[in-house]
């Protein structure tokens, strides 16, 4: 009837059939999979088995995580943790270090970590700078997204959370990491 307003409302496409994984992990719970189940079927099927046995899910967490430190190594994985616990304790990171062809220094507030899918080590964060608000005055704000490699680093230091009036602070820690970059020859 409204056609000629809206235009003509496409099919809803089919339901995707169920994966692979999904239909090794139900034959390991012993679900039985109906004839034609989409993927959100099983999913919703798997979800209600590890409700009712909590232990379900943990044992398949682990053996994620046993997964994980197999193709990654343990060395690898344990350096993702260690930057993560200082994402998580709200740390900065006064860093000096290689982007492209320049040396940059920065704090960075730490947000997390993540190993990438070539197995490389990825630390999320942010850089801080010293900003002008008209109400409040001089504030630290927290500017653009920075996606740390951290074997570009050429030197470090964590550094505690700062607030977000702690000016003096915030320049005299970056003062020191741009000391240290002119001494290192950056």
């Avoid at 139900?26 to 993927?39: D, E, F, M, Y």
Wanted: hydrophobic residues 40%.
């Amino acid at each position: 009837m409204f056609d000629w307003l809206f235009g003509k409302r496409e099919p809803e496409p089919p339901p995707l059939p169920p994966t692979e994984k999904q239909l090794n992990y139900a034959r390991k719970l012993r679900l039985a999979v109906p004839q034609g189940a989409s993927r959100d079927d099983v999913s919703a099927m798997l979800a209600d088995a590890e409700a009712a046995n909590p232990n379900l899910r943990q044992e398949r967490e682990q053996a994620k995580e046993r997964q994980r430190v197999k193709k990654y190594g343990p060395e690898l994985i344990a350096q993702e943790q260690q930057w993560e616990q200082l994402a998580n304790q709200n740390k900065w990171l006064a860093a000096v270090y290689k982007s492209g062809k320049s040396v940059k220094v920065e704090l960075l507030r730490l947000n997390g970590a993540y190993i990438a899918d070539g197995g490389k080590l990825k630390v999320e964060s942010e850089a801080g700078k010293v900003v002008k608000d008209r109400h409040l005055g001089y504030v630290i704000d927290l500017g653009r997204y920075v996606e740390l490699d951290p074997t570009k680093l050429l030197w470090s230091q964590v550094i505690d959370d700062f607030d977000i009036d702690d000016v003096a602070r915030f320049q005299a820690t970056l003062q020191h990491a741009e000391s240290v970059a002119q001494r290192m020859g950056g």
